[in-house]
C-alpha cells in the first residue's frame, strides 16, 4: 500500500513514516524538504500519484485562532481536493481529544480541519488523541531564563503508540470519528515538565503557567481528558522519561 503522510518530517509525522515502513508499504512524505507546500498546492498532485491513503499529521505552531483557522482550511481543502483527483481512497487525520470543547484559538483550527474532512469527497477517519509524552519536552526546548509550565491535566500518550494507531486506521476501511487515544495515566503538566527537567539535569526554574479565561479553567480542570471509553496507551510518562534518558546518554557516548 502506497501511503502519504503530510507533515511526515513533523514530531508525529516522522514516526508514522516510520511505522509504515516497518509494516512493509511505502511512505511517501508531504513536505516543503521534499518540494511539496501544501500552503500553495506546489508539488501536491505529483506527490499523490498512485496513493492509496493520506495521514494528514500537518500542524502549526500558533495559539492564534485566525491563524490556526486560516492554516487547516488551506491545507487541508487542498489535502482532499488533490487526493480526490488522484483516487485516494482514505483520508486520515490526526486530531485532539476534546477539541470541540475547550476554546483554544488551536482548537478551533482543528473543528475547522475535522469539519472539511468529514463533509469532503474522500471517505475518513479522524483519530482524536491526548497531549503526547512529548509535549513536556517542546515545552524544555523553548529558550529563555525560565520555563513556563501551563497548567493541564491530561492523559499523555507516547507518540509512538499514536503512530501505530494512524497506521493501524490507515490500512483499515474508512471510520469516520475513531474512538479517542488516550494515555493510561492522568498527569499534571508541571509535574511532568518538572520530572522530565530534572531528568535531563536542567537548572532553570519551571513556572506554572495558568491560561486565562474560561479555556485556561478547562484545561487545568480536566477538559482535555476523555469523556466516555477511550482507547488507552500502554506506555506510562515516567517510562517514557526513562526512554529518554537512555537514548540521551547513549548519544553522549
Not at 36 to 46: E, F, N, P, R
Request: a negative charge.
Amino acid at each position: 500500500m502506497r501511503i502519504a503522510v503530510a507533515g511526515g518530517t513533523g514530531w508525529a509525522g516522522r514516526l508514522v513514516v516510520d511505522a509504515i515502513g516497518e509494516a512493509g508499504h511505502e511512505a511517501v512524505v508531504i513536505a516543503r524538504s521534499q518540494g511539496v507546500d501544501l500552503t500553495t498546492g506546489q508539488g501536491l498532485d505529483a506527490a499523490l500519484a498512485g496513493v492509496d491513503v493520506v495521514v494528514d499529521t500537518t500542524n502549526i505552531v500558533t495559539t492564534n485562532r485566525a491563524k490556526a483557522e486560516e492554516f487547516f482550511a488551506a491545507t487541508t481543502g487542498r489535502l482532499l481536493q488533490a487526493g480526490q483527483a488522484a483516487g485516494v481512497g482514505h483520508h486520515v487525520v490526526l486530531s485532539i481529544v476534546n477539541c470541540d470543547r475547550v476554546d483554544l484559538g488551536y482548537y478551533y483550527g482543528k473543528r475547522r480541519q475535522e469539519a472539511l474532512v468529514a463533509a469532503g469527497p474522500v471517505p475518513y477517519s479522524i483519530l482524536r488523541v491526548t497531549q503526547f509524552h512529548e509535549f513536556a519536552a517542546q515545552m524544555l526546548a523553548r529558550g529563555g531564563p525560565i520555563v513556563l509550565a501551563p497548567r493541564m491535566l491530561c492523559r499523555p500518550i507516547a507518540l509512538t503508540e499514536v503512530a501505530q494507531a494512524l497506521l493501524d486506521l490507515a490500512v483499515d476501511r474508512p471510520a469516520g470519528l475513531a474512538p479517542d487515544l488516550a494515555g493510561p495515566e492522568e498527569q499534571e503538566m508541571v509535574s511532568m515538565i518538572r520530572r522530565l527537567h530534572h531528568a535531563r539535569g536542567g537548572r532553570r526554574p519551571v513556572v506554572p503557567l495558568r491560561i486565562p479565561g474560561a479555556a485556561g479553567r478547562a484545561v487545568a480542570g480536566g477538559g482535555l481528558l476523555p469523556l466516555g471509553d477511550a482507547t488507552l496507551g500502554a506506555q506510562t510518562f515516567d517510562a517514557w522519561v526513562e526512554e529518554d534518558a537512555a537514548a540521551r546518554q547513549e548519544d553522549a557516548v
